[in-house]
Every structure is written in structure tokens, then in C-alpha cells.
């Protein structure tokens, strides 16, 4: 049994800052690959990040390069994305995925996760 829950969503100005978290069980967390992903009405889910086994390989998606930082602490099993800059665009459902065992690299589609969190919301007022 494998469960993921995120939590840290809520509204914002635009301009300001999110950190969301996501605790993972079941598994070994250190081996596993773990992505963020974001879902806005009408819209397909997208990659938002994502972050191999040991922490220091990870992935983030052009549109929140320089604004959003994915990181993990294995000792905790939690992933985190810090979210700075927040545009109104960046209002969505997010949602932590994982996967077994840590990837040689990083995916993006969705298919490729194989565990899901239920999804914490993000809002950002212009």
C-alpha cells in the first residue's frame, strides 16, 4: 500500500509565495522518482516537477523555471515545491505522484506515475 498526501494549498495574491507538501508511506522513499503535477478546469493534467531518489537530479517544467523549486527529504518522506512568483495562471489542482523504483530519468507524462495524492488547491488572485 502506497499513500500520498499533500497539503499547503490555499489562495494568494499574485506575486506571492506557496510552499506545498507531500507525505508519502508504504514504500522505500528514497528510491523513488516523484513528480508535481497541475491540473487548471478544461485543462490536461501538466508537469509541474519532478525529483529523483537522492535529490539532486530534478526537472522543472519551462513555465515555472526560476519561480518553483521541487526538493525531498528522505529522512521525513516528503516532497516539497516551494512556488514564488505566483501568476494568476498558476491557479490549478496540484497533485504529488510517485513511482517505483527511482528512474533513470525524470518523466513528464502522467501515465508514468504510478501512485497519486488526492490533490491540494492552489489559487492566485490577480
Known amino acids: 500500500q502506497v499513500q500520498l498526501v499533500e497539503s499547503g494549498g490555499g489562495l494568494v495574491q499574485a506575486g506571492g509565495s506557496l510552499r506545498l507538501s507531500c507525505a508519502a508511506s508504504g514504500r522505500t522513499f528514497s528510491i523513488s522518482t516523484l513528480g508535481w503535477f497541475r491540473q487548471a478546469p478544461g485543462k490536461e493534467r501538466e508537469f509541474v516537477a519532478g525529483?529523483?531518489?537522492?535529490?539532486?537530479?530534478?526537472l522543472h517544467a519551462d513555465s515555472v523555471k526560476g519561480r518553483f523549486t521541487i526538493s525531498r527529504d528522505n529522512a521525513k518522506n516528503m516532497v516539497d515545491l516551494q512556488m514564488n512568483s505566483l501568476k494568476p495562471e498558476d491557479t490549478a489542482v496540484y497533485y504529488c505522484a510517485a513511482l517505483w523504483p527511482s528512474t533513470l530519468y525524470i518523466p513528464r507524462r502522467s501515465s508514468e506515475y504510478t501512485y497519486w495524492g488526492q490533490g491540494t488547491q492552489v489559487t492566485v488572485s490577480s
Open positions: 525529483i529523483k531518489g537522492r535529490g539532486t537530479d530534478t
